[in-house]
DNA sequence: TTGAAAGCGCTAACAT
DNA sequence: ATGTTAGCGCTTTCAA
């Protein structure tokens, strides 16, 4: 490992000066400065983050834990963070907790042995006070992203998953439907909870009734789309939805093998719209009828929030960012396509 | 921050005394350690990552350099790799370079500033010679994965793409086709070029001739399979294909998009098979013929490879691994269905 | 404009 | 079985 001291000794400078050239101070003289960099370069040194960060009580890194890494959605959020971040001159950790609890508090613990600057962590779960408890935490900027959890006030950035809902379903009740399937994830969680209201709002606001039988709160993957939209199809005594809401983009892909193999055309025989806006969606026809994209807009204001927490010294108090999303029409909902 | 000495003062005992106790020192005292980390625990205490690995020249943490974070083949290998080396108590830091070679550099460099132990690095493009020359990467054990670069002989972990690519082909063969798309990615790449050898390969031994009108190489997106499989069936002169492989999911899916729009029915009207084996593949109807799983092998592969580059003193001579999948037979093909 | 010395938190020799 | 001390590589007073 090359270190200042060898910088020094091949430059004949003293330590000081080299870590000053660096650095830009003010207080050297140019030639010395051009001398020691020509070197630097060539030993391709870079300080030592381990010594600096020491030094320095910081790091300019953050951490960035997610519960999954192979969820695009966490991934481009993550893209965000890192570009905001790289540019300022800071560093991303990531790390995935597998959704485990267990793993989640180990991995806040490493990030905080680590004394990273601040953490945006999308939660597991709904319960929040274990959060309360992790030692040193309250010490270090923390960021909550897109699932809120139980307990005091906290830094949020969440998504605006009522209003959300309600620009769905309202599109859906334009095109005529009454009956209108809806199909969710786990209802403990927040998002998926405040899509079920927004949901309801709008079947109230125009004057419908709310069918719980119409309704399906499974988990968020592929197989259980496809398993819950096959049930709402075939459920007895209950008339057959003509249109279907799903939560995201896994839930939709079931439901469209799941459309496909009973021979319903979409929107020709059943309706369809989903939450979020995945890459995928390019592989898939009819192009459905989305949300806008928003990762990237999340990721930028928990980027931001985290930035200014870190940077602003006296603390301050817990502040909740909502993202909108405006429709993107495809054609499974009726319209006659769009692009 | 809890330090050593806060521990150390709150006990009673000196600093060392409690470092002993941490790490499980036998020259200890049973009651002094029990009472020693009773107060660590409940203060949280975790030592300072940046102190330990300054002065245990080690940090236990290793780097994972990928293209791109929101490719899945990437994550699941990336899982593994985190779960082989939390086992042995490493940490891994994840970064990503968003396909540019300037950003995979500065990657490098950032890890290598951070005194990390290894890396592991799933290269873009395919010249190598720029990795010889950055400062100080020699002393770091590195592992390459996915795609061969040129250059002197390193450690490599690959899928054995001529074996997979001739396994598929000799399949699709044995259903009796003879006018056989093939849709893969920049020739540049070695998976890709590798890929396309193996079908060469495999229709040379069945004695067909290899006709270059049949293949296209794109790049690895949705749309590019999309276009290709649309420009494949559509030229003239040539017969049409009455079968496409396909060189990774992306395509399989812009694949599979071309051939419902063009109300050709698989396999009836075309057979189809595919490399890779993604989740998203219980959303595809018909089911299609893929590889097996590979992504978990890759990953242990490269890391117990990593960590006996680590572990061992002497510098040892590369070495390469290569990865083979066996057939995982779905409804695409022809053959009558699995599961 | 440059240099010397102290100390960030931790661990390994070396005492006791 | 426990304590003292030096030093990992860096930056920041302070002095020259």
Chains 1, 2 share one sequence.
């Not at 010594?51 to 953050?62: C, D, G, H, P, V």
């Not at 790289?86 to 989640?104: H, M, Q, V």
């Not at 979409?266 to 806008?292: K, M, Q, W, Y």
Request: charge should be negative.
């Amino acid at each position: 490992m090359t270190r200042l001291e060898d910088i020094a000794r091949e430059t004949g400078f003293s330590i000081k000066t080299v870590s000053r050239a660096i650095h830009n101070h003010p207080d050297i003289k140019r030639e010395t400065k051009e001398l020691i960099m020509e070197v630097v370069r060539k030993r391709g040194f870079t300080p030592n983050w381990a010594a600096q960060s020491l030094r320095n009580q910081k790091t300019n890194t953050i951490g960035y834990i997610i519960p999954n890494i192979t969820n695009g959605f966490f991934g481009e959020i993550g893209i965000a963070i890192d570009a905001f971040f790289r540019a300022k001159g800071y560093s991303t950790l990531i790390c995935f907790t597998s959704d485990s609890r267990e793993n989640e508090i180990e991995s806040i613990r490493s990030l905080l042995a680590k004394n990273i600057d601040g953490i945006i962590l999308a939660p597991i779960g709904n319960q929040g006070e274990y959060i309360d408890q992790i030692p040193n935490l309250d010490d270090t900027p923390l960021v909550l992203i897109d699932n809120r959890l139980s307990g005091p006030a906290r830094n949020y950035v969440l998504q605006d998953n009522e209003g959300n809902s309600r620009r769905l379903a309202e599109h859906i009740l334009g095109h005529g439907h009454t009956q209108i399937g809806f199909i969710t994830g786990p209802l403990e969680e927040s998002s998926s909870r405040e899509r079920l209201n927004g949901f309801r709002d709008a079947l109230e606001e125009a004057r419908l009734s709310f069918d719980e039988s119409l309704v399906r709160s499974v988990d968020w993957e592929i197989h259980s789309g496809y398993e819950a939209t096959k049930d709402l199809l075939d459920q007895k005594g209950s008339s057959r939805p003509t249109a279907i809401i799903y939560g995201n983009t896994q839930l939709l892909l079931g439901g469209y093998k799941a459309l496909r193999e009973k021979g319903l055309s979409i929107p020709g025989d059943i309706a369809v719209a989903s939450f979020e806006h995945p890459d995928i969606i390019d592989a898939l026809s009819p192009c459905p009828t989305t949300l806008e994209k928003v990762e990237a807009r999340i990721g930028q204001a928990a980027a931001e929030m985290l930035l200014s927490i870190i940077e602003s010294k006296e603390k301050m108090p817990p502040r909740e960012v909502y993202i909108p999303s405006q429709l993107v029409i495809g054609e499974s909902c009726g319209c006659s396509g769009r692009r």
